[in-house]
């Protein structure tokens, strides 16, 4: 071959270059001690939420809205359609979804879907069975006596103590319920209104008027209602009777726990029990719970309704997918791809919480050669699922926004309250040098969350 051809094939257009990222997890967590958990027997349900209407049409009722779990999903319900889903996705993370009624029973239309599919699965009994109620719980209160008060506060702040009410009501303000057990007996229960529920380890009993006489089957007693914009921010006990329990409803109280209204929020910081009662989100409110025991579950009138269920494992962490192919281009060339779904969950269970997810990276190396990470940028573009009452804001909200990883960015924040999980696909963009050689180049990227 002549050195004519020689070079003219040295001037033929470049190969490709082929950069891979190893995606690797660095996720900052620590332990918080949780409450115990109650003996179990055999046949309960250890799903996250337990729907334990054995017959209802529609016992897990979602048209539209989100109902998003941590866990499994089991609904007891034999009815020929036991649960429907209208216009969205029941999500179980990490979980299943199923019942006795299943696959056929669980029954979609405009577009609804369950995530992951139903599978056939035997009822569970009641996994809060053995609880003691009121008033023979320990933690139930002894005072006062009839006639039972009456609080309704209307503006500015107001702290009050344990004990048995006739009902409780806020329309303005701040109303502080210090530690401990609240018994509502009056059907018109307790009411947040446009106002602010606070308290740290508190349960909320909803009695009958009856009361200190249980519910007679079948009796709707005192309902819960956070409504037109109300918001509460409540914890539960760590240790006692109800350790773990936000909400607790006479096993034979019918009246249930609400919310509605765009601003909406409830954030129990622990379990819901209501046997008997129907757990309700509608027009946009937010409803988040470490567990659900309920008889049925519903979410209607927005998209932007929701209730989530996210067990309190006392842990925040980090998952993404380990590895990733970036795909190729020529020196001088630009690739871009996808890492795939970036998932921080925080099971810390905090009246206050929030997070910072950051991003680093190592060059980009083929044996010698390599692609510093001057060349290497990210976005992590907007969040493609948030389960909670958090607000979360992306590091690089679209491609415009991309920086470096030539030094640790910001991925993803986030503010608010109880346990959440929010998830986001990032985009990594590799701008080749013109003098890079040709070859497949690996690297790492590092996601970690605190």
Not at 166 to 171: E, G, V, W
């Given at each position: 071959m002549s050195a004519r051809e020689r070079g003219r094939r040295r001037r033929r257009a470049p190969r490709a270059v082929r950069a891979a990222v190893l995606a690797l997890v660095s996720a900052l967590a620590w332990a918080v001690a949780g409450p115990p958990h109650l003996a179990r027997a055999a046949g309960e349900c250890t799903a996250?939420?337990?729907?334990?209407?054995?017959?209802?049409a529609n016992a897990?009722?979602?048209?539209?809205?989100?109902?998003?779990?941590?866990?499994?999903?089991?609904?007891n319900s034999t009815n020929s359609q036991a649960a429907l889903v209208s216009g969205t996705t029941v999500i179980a993370n990490s979980g299943t979804i199923g019942g006795p009624a299943a696959p056929a029973g669980f029954a979609t239309s405009g577009g609804g879907a369950y995530s992951p599919v139903p599978t056939n699965q035997a009822a569970g009994t009641d996994p809060y069975a053995a609880l003691a109620q009121c008033p023979a719980a320990t933690a139930c209160p002894t005072t006062p006596a009839t006639p039972y008060p009456t609080i309704n506060h209307i503006t500015g702040n107001q702290t009050i103590?344990?004990?048995?009410?006739?009902?409780?009501?806020?329309?303005g303000g701040t109303l502080t319920l210090n530690p401990g057990t609240y018994v509502i007996t009056a059907t018109v229960g307790m009411t947040i209104s446009g106002g602010k529920l606070v308290g740290t380890g508190v349960t909320i009993y909803l009695a009958c008027p009856s009361y200190p006489t249980a519910c007679a089957a079948g009796t709707s007693g005192a309902a819960f209602t956070d409504q037109t914009g109300g918001k509460t921010t409540l914890s539960a006990p760590t240790t006692g009777a109800f350790s773990g329990m936000t909400f607790i409803a006479d096993r034979n109280n019918t009246a249930g726990v609400a919310v509605s209204g765009s601003g909406t929020q409830i954030t129990a910081g622990g379990a819901i029990y209501t046997a008997a009662g129907k757990l309700s989100a509608a027009g946009g409110g937010k409803a988040s719970f470490t567990r659900a025991v309920v008889d049925t579950i519903e979410t209607s009138s927005?998209?932007?309704?929701?209730?989530?269920?996210?067990?309190?494992?006392?842990t925040l962490s980090?998952?993404?997918?380990?590895?990733?192919?970036?795909?190729?281009?020529?020196?001088?060339?630009?690739?871009?791809?996808?890492?795939?779904?970036?998932?921080?969950?925080?099971?810390?269970?905090?009246?206050t919480s929030s997070w910072t997810a950051t991003v680093s990276a190592t060059n980009f190396a083929n044996g010698g050669q390599t692609i510093t990470t001057a060349n290497v940028s990210y976005w992590s573009g907007p969040a493609t699922n948030i389960?909670?009452?958090?607000?979360?804001?992306?590091?690089?909200?679209?491609?415009?926004?991309?920086?470096?990883?030539?030094?640790?960015?910001?991925?993803?924040?986030?503010?608010?309250?109880?346990?959440?999980?929010?998830?986001?696909?990032?985009?990594?963009?590799?701008?080749?040098?013109?003098?890079?050689v040709i070859g497949t180049y690996t690297g790492t990227v590092t996601h970690s969350v605190a």
């Open positions: 996250s939420l337990c729907v334990l209407s054995p017959n209802a897990l009722y979602v048209h539209p809205g989100s109902l998003q779990v941590t866990g499994g999903i089991l609904v103590n344990p004990g048995v009410y006739t009902s409780i009501t806020n329309l927005s998209n932007s309704t929701q209730i989530s269920v996210i067990p309190n494992n006392g980090i998952t993404l997918p380990t590895t990733a192919s970036l795909g190729s281009a020529a020196p001088g060339g630009t690739i871009s791809a996808a890492l795939g779904s970036v998932t921080v969950t925080d099971g810390r269970g905090l009246a389960n909670g009452t958090v607000t979360t804001t992306p590091g690089q909200s679209d491609v415009s926004a991309k920086q470096a990883l030539s030094s640790s960015r910001t991925a993803f924040t986030s503010t608010g309250n109880g346990n959440s999980s929010t998830s986001w696909t990032p985009t990594v963009v590799v701008a080749i040098p013109a003098a890079a």
